[in-house]
């Protein structure tokens, strides 16, 4: 089975988003059982950026990144002149 070009893309898009959903999800998961219940994520305010780097920020430019090539317009060309 060949898979196509936009296939792929929605398999890479998918797979990414899922991925950095699930981090998250894992992530508030423990924090939620934290006694602070702190939304915080981590202790430090260079730590967490690089958690929504690597979580939010990354991710978004990768899928903006692939989706970059829209498909093309279709030209007037096609439509021809009722008679």
Request: proline residues 7%; charged residues 10%; aromatic residues 14%.
């Amino acid at each position: 089975m060949v898979m196509t070009y936009p296939l792929l893309q929605v398999g890479y898009v998918t797979t990414i988003c899922f991925t950095c959903f699930l981090i998250r999800c894992v992530m508030m998961c423990l924090n939620a059982f934290d006694k602070a219940a702190d939304l915080d994520v981590l202790s430090h305010p260079i730590l967490n950026f690089f958690y929504y780097l690597l979580v939010e920020i990354v991710p978004s430019a990768m899928v903006l990144f692939i989706l970059r090539k829209l498909p093309p317009k279709r030209g007037i060309t096609q439509y021809h002149p009722i008679h």
